[in-house]
């Protein structure tokens, strides 16, 4: 049976009608009830279709227009990838943890909205609770975190550091290679704000990466060759960096047993003797072979290996292309690179910087007493000076150019002396344009070992991740354990950048991340309510480009909740 609508009069009619087959067999119909008019309002057809309404349990239709209400929209898209991420690593394992230690408090669920946050919108732990009531994360119900939650959570986290550094190691394990891992190993500062002082405070004065002088703490970082960050620690903001270097190493060798051979790779500022000897003498336990480093030689300490680089630095004088050569030191290998354009370009730098403090030696030298008649117009070295503080500060502006050893001011004489050491000029030109690297690995080609140190420099990607995208700093926790929280939810949160930028790649994406998450974000979960029905969920189209990212991210789409038939 059917309805079927029929016209009479200037009327439509609703007919409820029967299909059915004659005694030849041929199809029939018959009109079994006309059910009334359907352009009356409140006649026999509105009456049935209102009984029907009140035998399965909902509300009768009006004559009035339905009313409709909606809610905000809730970004759905960027924390559904996450949320999915976050399970497929195994992340969630972490809630056995503190459920181990018995907390009664969602300690996991607590630490995965803040490791979203900073991926998302990164916030203060308050701007944490506002960013949730955006956002429609599965699994969370925004109402019953509370600011006190995230903080206890936090600090669960550093009463149990040891037990969920064993719990990610065990799921980056899979990801590192055991037969040879090549990682990299580099510091940053890390801003952080206030002024009080703590018990075992890691906030201190000391030079910043941007070459300011800052309260901060130092970050250290140990990333795979494929770019995954394995392992980090918070050290003290007027930490030197080359004494990190042995204690990191120890702790990594440690937590991942199972890595056969480890060779190191770290910047400059971590190389000095004492590191050398320690490193070879470090010791792997039961692995075949000791620990193995290719570490860059500072630009300060270039002048010790003069003498030594001074055939390869006449081999590479007429160069036009890259050249890559290696002599021995010490009983290690030191690799020598030479990049010509590079070479031209720093000492025409140079140059420019001596020639504008010469020049400004001389105007400090014409500073002389106007009345003094005798040396009137003679602008030379080695007068009398009116003004005792013009040579401190053409000092100070000889130190601050980096051109000392180069320009050297005789502080202790009466007269304004200087002179350019043209020795030490001639050896600066020399190492220009010059990479210098010592390392103790065998079995890698010079040029190889270039290679593997030029690939530190995604470290400092990550790092740009961290204070960029990620937002790690300022910092304004005041507590060290909470500052040290702090960085490890920011370290948690590059870990699953780092995959994201690992899938979109293998899948030839040009989006970065950050771009990506952008993009799923216009996914959202809508409520609309009609009359006082329950409310209906839905989500947003889901776009082709959206489709591509979660293909490439390899993230199933978010499906729609069952939903009540709209009649």
């Known amino acids: 049976m059917f309805i079927k609508l029929t016209r009479a009069g200037g009327h439509t009619y609703a007919q409820l009608v029967e299909s059915f087959r004659d005694e030849n067999g041929k199809p029939r119909q018959r009109t079994v009830a006309t059910l009334g008019r359907v352009d009356e309002n409140g006649g026999q057809v509105d009456a049935l279709l209102n009984g029907l309404l009140r035998s399965k349990g909902r509300p009768a239709a009006t004559g009035a227009t339905p009313q409709l209400r909606f809610e905000s929209a809730l970004a759905l898209g960027d924390v559904w990838a996450l949320h999915e991420l976050w399970h497929e690593l195994g992340f969630d394992g972490l809630a056995a943890v503190f459920r181990r230690a018995r907390f009664t408090t969602p300690v996991e669920l607590a630490l995965r909205v803040m490791v979203f946050n900073r991926l998302c919108d990164p916030d203060s732990k308050l701007g944490v609770l506002r960013w949730l009531q955006t956002v429609s994360m599965p699994g969370v119900d925004p109402e019953a975190l509370t600011h006190q939650q995230l903080l206890r959570s936090m600090d669960a986290l550093m009463d149990h550091q040891a037990a969920v550094d064993d719990c990610i190691a065990g799921l980056l394990r899979p990801l590192i290679d055991d037969e040879l891992s090549v990682v990299f190993y580099d510091l940053t500062t890390i801003r ?14 000391g030079m ?5 002088i800052a309260r901060q703490f130092m970050l250290g970082v140990v990333q795979t060759a494929d770019g995954m960050p394995i392992y980090h620690e918070v050290f003290d903001g007027n930490t030197a960096e080359a004494p990190t270097l042995e204690p990191t190493l120890k702790k990594v060798l440690a937590r991942y047993p199972h ?14 003797l004492d590191n050398l000897e320690a490193l070879s003498k470090l010791p792997l336990g039961g692995r075949p072979q000791a620990l193995e480093f290719i570490l860059a030689v500072p630009g300060r300490r270039y002048g010790e290996f003069a003498e030594l680089l001074a055939p390869l630095s006449e081999r590479c004088a007429g160069a036009t292309e890259q050249v890559v050569q290696e002599v021995q030191w010490q009983g290690h290998r030191l690799v020598v690179a030479h990049d010509p354009l590079q070479g031209l370009e720093q000492t ?40 005792s503080g013009a040579k401190a500060r053409f000092f100070h502006e000889v130190s601050d150019a980096h051109l000392a050893r180069i320009i050297k001011v005789d502080l202790k004489s009466d007269l304004f002396t200087y002179e350019v050491d043209q020795v030490a000029l001639a050896r600066a030109q020399a190492m220009d344009g010059k990479l210098v690297l010592v390392t103790n690995v065998k079995d890698m080609t010079p040029l190889e070992v270039l290679t593997r140190y030029k690939s530190l420099a995604d470290i400092e990607r990550g790092f740009r991740v961290l204070k960029s995208e990620i937002e790690i700093a300022p910092v304004f926790h005041r507590l060290p354990e909470r500052i040290k929280a702090h960085a490890s939810i920011c370290f948690t949160a590059l870990i699953l950048y780092r995959v994201m930028r690992s899938r979109l790649k293998l899948a030839g994406s040009l989006l970065s991340p950050e771009a990506a998450l952008s993009e799923l974000r216009r996914i959202q979960r809508h409520t609309v309510q009609i009359d006082d029905a329950q409310p209906i969920q839905g989500l947003s189209t889901i776009t082709c480009g959206q489709t591509e990212v979660l293909a490439a991210l390899k993230i199933k789409k978010p499906a729609n909740d069952a939903q009540m038939t709209l009649l």
Do not use: N
Not at 352 to 378: F, H, M, N, P, S
């Open 259 to 272: 890595i056969k051979r480890l060779v190191v790779v770290a910047d400059r500022g971590l190389l000095s």
């Open 208 to 212: 910043s990466k941007e070459g300011v």
């Open 192 to 205: 952080a704000e206030g002024l009080s002082q703590q018990d075992a405070d890691v906030r201190h004065f």
């Open 348 to 387: 025409a730098q140079r140059q420019v910087r001596i020639d504008a403090l010469l020049q400004r030696a001389e105007q400090l030298a014409g500073k002389q007493d106007a009345q003094d008649a005798q040396d009137a117009g003679k602008v030379q070295r080695g007068r009398k000076l009116s003004d």
